[in-house]
């Protein structure tokens, strides 16, 4: 049917495979729709943690951001709303600089403009520039350098690329990478660990710090929580990083090859045995004791009371909430939920994910959000519940939890917490 917007079950997904991914789902082989529920994703700079807000996790920084005046609007809105305004200045480019590339000169200008209006003033100078210098091939790491050392405060060169969101360094990753740039090896403290992966930090209540503290760590640092650059450059004592995100692999990456600092990686899950699965390989690889039977029973017991008060309730789960929709999708449907629709776009990597929920759910539909036919989508879908943003906006008529706080769900008490909160929205209550 003309207009009808592209679908397709994830069992053909699975039996394609992850080197016959349809075009839909591929930024570079069509126009990108910008719906209301998909541009977050869309550009890195839009909601959320986009890589103007993400760069001013380093404590005690600013940024400046250079750039035409469109984008420059755009992130003007975008920080009033987002509280970080008064951190953000900007160097907007004429049509002559976007020829002659004079606008880099004026950046050390720009930066003494800054510390003389700042009070106090910033310690660490983030300058961030654009698809059009990506375009002039501007080498932004010469031109920190040179500002770094005519202004007397720490510069660093940040990159809001969107052209390049497919390619090796997504701009949510090369942002991570930016982000830790600053830290220096210190004295290795055996007892201390960093945890990476998000801007925000984990929720206190998940059971990973007492695990953590119960194996023999003392401190646990998170970027989110370092309020000044002493704080965060202690992280660099780290015995080692644990990475909890992927788009944060590059960046700790980066800490084993230029620090020496080792890191290993835990997937954020819902699948109660799988997150325990994970703790075992995780604690017995690095020799450390744990016992996470409490929780795990914990966990269990609330999927249990959730199938037994909810078995056959339909969902749809979009891609921009705190999980990965497809392995959240296949643990809702280990507990007798019935998943009609994921929108999500598709890479190779969600593969092994996917996968999983094709075996145990091979009629679900995936929707393609970027797709332009989208735009023909006309509430196609009618499910009892929605998880995320986006599905919420594609599912109307249902009871959407948008599960993407700013506080990080980790492990088993995530678990609890999203079945809690659908409980609460599924029999009446505020979501």
């Not at 987002?82 to 004429?94: P, Q, V, W």
């Not at 992927?246 to 835990?266: F, I, Q, T």
């Not at 690889?285 to 609330?302: T, W």
Request: proline share 6%.
């Amino acid at each position: 049917m003309a207009g009808e917007p592209f679908s397709i079950t994830v069992g053909e997904l699975a039996r394609r495979g992850r080197t016959d991914i349809p075009d839909h789902f591929v930024p570079a082989c069509h126009l990108i729709y910008s719906s209301p529920a998909t541009i977050s994703y869309n550009s890195p700079g839009a909601l959320g943690f986009g890589v103007k807000r993400a760069a001013l996790v380093i404590p005690e920084s600013v940024m400046l951001l250079v750039s035409p005046d469109g984008c420059a609007r755009n992130s003007t809105v975008l920080s009033s709303e987002e509280g970080y305004a008064d951190r953000l200045f900007y160097l907007l480019m004429s049509e002559s600089d976007l020829v002659t590339g004079n606008h880099l000169s004026k950046i050390p200008e720009a930066i003494e403009e800054i510390l003389s209006v700042c009070d106090p003033a910033p310690k660490v100078v983030v300058v961030c520039i654009t698809c059009v210098d990506a375009l002039m091939g501007t080498d932004l790491e010469r031109v920190c350098r040179a500002a770094q050392e005519r202004c007397g405060v720490l510069v660093v060169p940040s990159y809001m690329y969107a052209l390049e969101r497919e390619g090796r360094r997504p701009p949510m990753s090369a942002i991570r990478t930016t982000i830790y740039s600053l830290l220096e090896r210190l004295e290795v403290e055996p007892t201390t660990v960093n945890l990476m992966g998000f801007f925000t930090p984990l929720e206190p209540t998940s059971e990973l710090f007492s695990l953590l503290a119960a194996a023999g760590v003392r401190r646990v640092n998170q970027v989110s929580a370092a309020r000044t650059l002493d704080e965060y450059r202690a992280m660099g004592a780290a015995n080692f990083n644990l990475v909890l995100d992927p788009e944060s692999r590059a960046a700790a990456e980066d800490l084993r090859v230029r620090l020496g600092m080792p890191y290993v990686e835990l997937a954020r899950l819902y699948d109660p045995e799988r997150i325990h699965h994970q703790y075992h390989l995780f604690f017995r690889g690095v020799g450390l004791r744990f016992d996470d039977a409490p929780y795990l029973e914990q966990a269990r017991l609330a999927c249990r009371r959730f199938a037994e008060r909810h078995a056959g309730t339909t969902f749809a789960v979009g891609e921009m909430c705190n999980a990965n929709p497809f392995e959240l999708s296949a643990f809702l449907v280990s507990l007798g939920m019935e998943v009609r629709a994921v929108y999500s776009n598709v890479t190779a990597d969600q593969y092994p994910l996917l996968e999983r929920l094709a075996a145990v759910s091979p009629q679900t539909r995936v929707y393609a959000g970027i797709s332009p036919t989208m735009v023909g989508y006309a509430e196609g879908v009618h499910v009892d519940a929605s998880i995320g943003k986006d599905a919420g906006v594609y599912c109307p008529d249902s009871v959407n939890v948008a599960w993407n706080g700013e506080n990080q769900p980790f492990g088993y008490q995530g678990v609890i917490d999203l079945l809690a909160e659908l409980s609460r929205a599924l029999e009446g209550g505020a979501a």
